[in-house]
T-cell receptor, first 113, second 112 residues
Framework: KNQVEQSPQSLIILEGKNCTLQ??????????LRWYKQDTGRGPVSLTI?????NTKSNGRYTATLDADTKQSSLHITASQLSDSASYIC????????????FGIGTKLQVIP | EAQVTQNPRYLITVTGKKLTVTCSQN?????MSWYRQDPGLGLRQIYY???????DKGDVPEGYKVSRKEKRNFPLILESPSPNQTSLYFC???????????FGEGSRLTVL
């Protein structure tokens, strides 16, 4: 069964600190992996996309990594800001079929002053 | 501006009273889908549509209907809502080339 597991479920960090969110998947055959940010009460917005051949990709203070061998991805947030408070959802696509996606439950991040 | 627009954003209704949640996109995307999001369960796909007049069930289609008569619109229909359909609903679109999902702002539905 295709699954995407994220950890931790929730996280509280101080403003300015770094943090890393984890995503493990069993989806096969793998096409790509995206991290989405979902602010409270809003729709998710894509942060990064990782394909099979990519190991690292950055988007400002967000850096995603992918290890296709171990089927693990991480999202590292540097110098966190209050606006980073949100849920971060890992989404894995099968083959090239965008309709066949599997969502993680998400990690709820709270950045406190 | 690229948009996915859902209406209503908030709705409280009673069991059995038919309702429709509309979704409209201006990105000319062929693919559209509906999801529900519940605490501890994440996003689950209800229905999706590959193109006009082409729809298919997702993971949790029971109690829902959809239609795709026009490319830009993909309404979600609850013929006889029940309390277990109380949830946060999202419409999303994507182009085949990118695979990136563009979500609407969500519709919070409460069925009493």
């Amino acid at each position: 069964k295709n699954q995407v597991e994220q950890s931790p479920q929730s996280l509280i960090i101080l403003e300015g600190k770094n943090c890393t969110l984890q995503c493990n998947y069993t989806v096969s055959p793998f096409s790509n992996l995206r991290w989405y940010k979902q602010d409270t009460g809003r729709g998710p917005v894509s942060l990064t996309i990782m394909t099979f051949s990519e190991n690292t990709k950055s988007n400002g203070r967000y850096t995603a990594t992918l290890d296709a061998d171990t089927k693990q991805s991480s999202l590292h947030i540097t110098a966190s800001q209050l606006s980073d408070s949100a849920s971060y959802i890992c989404v894995v696509s099968i083959q090239r079929g965008y309709q066949k996606v599997t969502f993680g439950i998400g990690t709820k991040l709270q950045v406190i002053p | 501006e690229a948009q996915v627009t859902q209406n209503p954003r908030y709705l409280i209704t009673v069991t059995g009273k038919k309702l429709t949640v509309t979704c409209s996109q201006n990105m000319n995307h062929e693919y559209m889908s509906w999801y529900r999001q519940d605490p501890g369960l994440g996003l689950r796909q209800i229905y999706y549509s590959m193109n006009v007049e082409v729809t298919d069930k997702g993971d949790v289609p029971e109690g829902y209907k959809v239609s795709r008569k026009e490319k830009r619109n993909f309404p979600l229909i609850l013929e006889s809502p029940s309390p277990n359909q109380t949830s946060l609903y999202f419409c999303a679109t994507t182009s085949d080339s990118s695979g990136e999902l563009f979500f609407g702002e969500g519709s919070r539905l409460t069925v009493l």
